[in-house]
């Protein structure tokens, strides 16, 4: 009988850690899934504050500190990054 009971807390236990492992995989997946799947589905404003929130997390990274606000070349390029993204939103008919 004792036999049959550490048997069975050996399956149960087992099952459980099976379980565990597939429900931290679904939750690491439903965490992440929404940053890869809206890429590219965005409108253009939410493409870019995407995109400027992810250049300013990779300054971060690499520097340690806080970006320096951006210059007027760096304005000027952003607003024409903008229309090119509004260009192309308008032309897939979203």
């Not at 004792?2 to 679904?26: D, E, P």
């Not at 250049?55 to 806080?66: F, P, T, Y």
Request: no cysteine.
């Amino acid at each position: 009988m004792n036999k049959l009971l550490i048997s069975f807390y050996r399956w149960l236990g087992f099952i459980v850690l099976i379980v565990a492992i597939f429900l931290s995989t679904l939750l690491v997946f439903a965490y992440f899934h929404p940053a890869f799947a809206q890429y590219g589905q965005l409108s253009p404003e939410a493409q870019l504050a995407y995109d400027e929130e992810m250049a300013r997390i990779e300054w971060i990274s690499r520097k340690g500190d806080i970006p320096p606000p951006p210059t007027q070349a760096d304005v000027d390029y952003m607003q024409k990054y903008t229309e090119q993204l509004q260009a192309q939103y308008d032309k897939e008919g979203k």
